[in-house]
């Protein structure tokens, strides 16, 4: 499995911008997709992930209520849709998949869940 992440750009704090990420191989019927990000000198952090089977979602706190993640099955992609963006959104975003296996949602907020990984996209917040 190849994960395509695209979307990145520069805006300015306020604005949007919508991450997409696509995934190579057969359609997924299990597993989970993922948006983790690592802020410049930061760890990287997890920031949503949507299950496939059932699409329940699950965010980190910071973003809950600004950001949104959806999936298209049928294409095996995954988006972040961002809206109110802040400074401290400034990040290379990664997305990461999971294809066998039915995890409980929490689980999938750790990177160790994760098989798979796309190449990360800049996302940069001016204030």
């Known amino acids: 499995v190849q994960l395509q992440a695209s979307g990145g750009g520069s805006v300015q704090a306020g604005g949007s911008l919508r991450l997409s990420c696509a995934a190579s191989?057969?359609?997924?019927?299990?597993?989970?997709m993922a948006w983790f990000r690592r802020p410049p000198g930061k760890e990287r952090e997890f920031v949503a992930t949507?299950?496939?089977?059932?699409?329940?979602?699950s965010y980190a706190g910071s973003v809950q209520g600004r950001f949104t993640i959806s999936r298209e099955n049928a294409k095996n992609q995954v988006y972040l849709q961002m809206n109110s963006l802040k400074p401290e959104d400034t990040a290379v975003y990664y997305c990461?998949?999971?294809?066998?296996?039915?995890?409980?949602?929490?689980?999938?907020?750790?990177?160790?869940?994760?098989?798979?990984w796309g190449q990360g996209t800049q996302v940069t917040v001016s204030s």
């Open positions: 191989g057969p359609t997924f019927s299990s597993g989970a």
């Open positions: 949507v299950r496939w089977r059932d699409g329940h979602k």
């Open positions: 990461a998949a999971e294809t066998d296996r039915n995890y409980i949602t929490s689980y999938y907020k750790q990177e160790r869940a994760y098989d798979y």
